[in-house]
């Protein structure tokens, strides 16, 4: 079999395929396998683990312009592979690092012996960026900085493995390795019979058990999160997968608060005790109190609940100091000074910057180096920068040069994947692999990495830069091939962990069913008004409508905007649709919509997130033309108001059928159901108000025209047929109000919506602050719209000689008390929104 691909390997080491183009002996069996199947087959897997990786929501960043991702997570179908002789000797190295740099963090944080022996150059430490002084003194966690880590490595010009860069600090890419084996096993099951993969399933187990062991309280359940930068961090999709197999509620720095120099998280039942924290999140921004001061990604107040060991922060504070890219070139020193050995893994050779004789070299043979940042991935230099990228770099490298540091431009191995042909095409790859701290101090080596390669138009290997991925199996030997034996796991209790929604989530949870309530509302209102503009109606019945349109529009959270657009004009319901710039337009409500699904996108299924990104894109795609003639506003408002009441009520039977109905999805149906009832209460307000002041007026208006009025309010709120099904007769105001108000079976009723409230909440017998007293706020409603006689506010209707007719009289005096009590009604249920976010999301009920 000979090589095919469109890269040149030039000095790199080919992973698979040997000088003369035949396969290397690890390899040969599974390349054997692949061009053994027919060219539709492999097709077929390919497409099959694209479309695997795509349900199981896997991404590396999390904008979700379409429901899984801007770019979904890219694994080829070979594996790379390792065999157990060669994978020993990177465990081995592995273990002999994460020994010596513990040691160093600990004489760095403490007596710094290898600085006073001028071992490595003290400015290179003590100067760092990542060196942290509050953290020294503080305390670690089981005696110990690094607790998770990782490593990248890459092979040299003669196969050696080199390390390139520590991740000793944040172990990230781990959830990519075993979500590779999970979609490679499911699509090409196959490739795994004739071979000996050694397993990476019990990692989040292991994990989670070595964490708890941190705990600083004697509980028999310590309380584990893992703490988050937030869904705008690239990773999100890894930490959210984490946090699901460990199950561990996933949080960002607004989820935790500190009292009494102890860590709670702020959920829906309330402030629960945080006994050991994950952090995902850089030392520098962990407390805003010690560290920096701009920080919103931390908890103000962290490090003194470390110092008063009422928490463990896991990896301690202080350990990012031995990722700083210009250490690398002192590994060797420094693994001799503490453990009196050689490196079994050696360096990638590395140049530090801030030394101007290392500056000076490397500045003049720019060409054959790629210039790295002391940590993270972006490449600020590479082949493909231009003449003007040149110059920004030098002048980077004059004025700050000790940010920075130099390695082998072309540094890495060259391997091959398939293309969507079923053919091979060359790519550069390095590995990732990660080591977990056991109790006793040991390091656990998962028998596993994450491979990246790089993308087909390019040499980089990083995710930021677009890179993918490969599975990366472990055999027990380099050539054991056969029938794969039984293979016992070992057992392991499972508790279901209790669900856990944090305060941030429900509050994102509780405006979404807000917001999209509000624009399906107002898209219903405008589509009946454009359906009966096209309806035969005669003049007075138009002058009649039309009052009743502008007075039933839903108020605004921020009544301060400015007067609200009327529906009465084909421009202006043109405008409340589509005009991006009115806060109260439909475009806006669901543009606020989305930036609170966003926020949540890990707690919503794929297919509702889809639902409700196409919805926002196609109005974000709509050309906004106030100018067309009046034929063409109507046209697009119909368009867009129907795709808007479609879509919504797709989103919401989507959810409830491919989503869990725990307590997040519920404040969502909370949001819903409240501005549900507070749109109807103000509506009802409203249009009684009017009626009451025209009636003071006019006192002798005519009965028909309250019967046209009653009927098109109805029809704007949806709610016509419902009341022809319960009273059977023409609208009045007593079976008007009864249904709207008190009727239990309405779905707009303020009684039912509140009702649903109580219930969407939590137990009866839930008696937390925040419950008792929200519940106190919705029955206190309920108890007066209960009480409310409707029929006391008119007077029966007479017939010209006197005697009882049906319907009944309008009475300016009898109007004001109603209008007081409509009144009432309205701002109890505006008030609730306050009890609400006191008691569930920033807990001023519990903290006063």
């Not at 590396?60 to 790379?80: K, M, N, T, Y």
């Not at 109805?714 to 249904?739: C, F, I, K, N, T």
């Amino acid at each position: 079999m000979q090589k095919r691909g469109n890269h040149t390997v030039g000095r790199s080491w080919d992973e698979v395929f040997q000088p003369d183009g035949t396969p290397r002996e690890i390899y040969r069996p599974v390349l054997d396998l692949v061009f053994s199947l027919p060219k539709g087959e492999t097709r077929l897997i390919i497409a099959r683990l694209e479309a695997t990786m795509r349900e199981m929501g896997v991404t590396f960043d999390l904008a979700r312009e379409s429901p899984w991702g801007r770019r979904p997570w890219f694994c080829d179908v070979l594996p790379a592979l390792f065999g157990g002789g060669e994978w020993g000797q990177v465990a081995a190295g592995l273990r002999q690092r994460l020994k010596a740099f513990e040691l160093f963090l600990a004489d760095i944080h403490g007596e710094k012996t290898i600085l006073r022996a001028q071992v490595i150059p003290a400015r290179v430490v003590l100067g760092s960026p990542f060196f942290q002084r509050p953290a020294v003194g503080l305390p670690r966690p089981g005696g110990a900085f690094l607790h998770l880590s990782g490593l990248a490595m890459v092979r040299r010009a003669d196969g050696r493995l080199a390390v390139a860069h520590h991740y000793f600090s944040n172990a990230s890419g781990i959830s990519y390795m075993m979500q590779n084996r999970r979609a490679l096993s499911r699509v090409f099951a196959e490739a795994f019979q004739n071979h000996h993969p050694q397993s990476i399933a019990d990692v989040p187990v292991s994990i989670l058990e070595a964490f708890r062991a941190l705990a600083p309280r004697g509980v028999a359940e310590p309380v584990v999160a893992l703490l988050t930068p937030g869904a705008g961090s690239r990773a999100h999709s890894e930490h959210g997968f984490l946090a699901r197999r460990m199950g561990l509620p996933l949080v960002q720095g607004g989820d935790l608060l500190v009292l009494d120099d102890r860590l709670y998280l702020k959920s829906v039942a309330g402030l629960e005790r945080i006994d050991v924290l994950y952090t995902r999140v850089a030392d520098a921004w962990l407390d805003s109190m010690v560290f920096r001061r701009d920080s919103l990604l931390g908890v103000a107040g962290l490090a003194q609940c470390v110092r008063q060991g009422t928490v463990a922060v896991a990896n301690a504070m202080g350990s990012q100091l031995a990722d700083d890219r210009a250490l690398l070139q002192f590994s060797a020193r420094i693994i001799r000074f503490y453990l009196g050995e050689e490196e079994i893994l050696p360096t990638l050779p590395t140049w530090w910057l801030g030394d101007l004789d290392q500056r000076d070299h490397v500045v003049g043979n720019l060409e054959d180096y790629e210039i790295r940042p002391l940590y993270g991935e972006p490449l600020t230099r590479h082949a493909q920068s231009t003449k003007a990228d040149t110059v920004k770099l030098l002048r980077l490298l004059r004025d700050e040069p000790q940010n920075y540091v130099a390695q082998p431009g072309e540094s890495g191995a060259v391997t091959v994947c398939l293309d969507r042909r079923g053919g091979l095409e060359d790519r550069c790859q390095d590995h990732l692999v990660f080591a977990l701290r056991g109790a006793g101090g040991d390091y656990e080596v998962f028998p596993g990495a994450l491979t990246r390669v790089s993308s087909a138009e390019s040499n980089f290997t990083a995710s930021e830069l677009g890179g993918g991925s490969k599975d990366t199996w472990v055999l027990a030997s380099d050539q054991e091939v056969g029938p794969r034996p039984l293979v016992s796991h070992r057992a392991v209790e499972v508790h279901a962990p209790q669900a856990q929604v944090t305060s941030r989530v429900a509050d994102s949870f509780y405006w979404l069913g807000r917001y999209l309530e509000r624009a399906q509302n107002l898209s219903t209102m405008v589509g009946v008004v454009e359906s009966l503009e096209t309806e035969e109606l005669n003049r007075a019945e138009r002058q009649l409508y039309r009052p009743v349109w502008n007075r039933v529009l839903p108020p605004l959270e921020n009544g301060e905007t400015g007067p609200k657009r009327g529906l009465s004009s084909a421009l202006e319901r043109y405008h409340l649709v589509l005009d991006g710039r009115e806060e109260g337009s439909v475009c806006s409500i669901l543009r606020r919509a989305l930036g609170n699904a966003g926020q949540i996108a890990e707690c919503l299924s794929v297919e509702a997130f889809g639902v409700l990104s196409k919805l926002e894109g196609r109005f974000a795609r709509a050309r906004f033309r106030p100018d067309a003639d009046q034929a063409s506003l109507a046209l697009a408002t119909q368009r867009f108001s129907a795709a808007a009441t479609s879509g919504i009520a797709e989103f919401f039977g989507l959810a409830e059928a491919t989503m869990l109905a725990d307590r997040g999805w519920n404040f969502c149906l909370l949001g819903q159901q409240f501005e549900r009832a507070a749109v109807t209460a103000n509506a009802g307000l409203t249009i009684f108000k009017s009626i009451a002041r025209r009636r003071e007026k006019t006192p002798d208006s005519s009965g028909h025209a309250l019967e046209i009025e009653l009927s098109a309010f109805l029809r704007l709120l949806g709610s016509r047929d419902a009341y022809r099904r319960v009273y059977q007769m023409r609208a009045e105001p007593v079976p008007v109000l009864r249904l709207l108000y008190d009727h239990p079976e309405m779905p707009r009723s303020v009684r039912r919506c509140l009702g649903r409230c109580a219930h969407l909440l939590g137990a009866k017998d839930d008696d937390s602050p925040g419950m008792v007293r929200t519940r106190d706020a919705l029955e206190a409603i309920e108890e007066v719209v209960a009480a409310a006689d409707w029929s006391t506010y008119f007077l029966p209707a007479t017939t010209a000689s006197g005697q009882a007719g049906g319907g009944v009289q309008l009475d300016a005096v009898r109007l004001g008390p109603l209008v007081a009590l409509l009144t009432e009604i309205t701002e109890r249920t505006y008030a609730v929104h306050g009890v609400i976010a006191d008691g569930f999301i920033n807990h001023q009920i519990l903290l006063d």
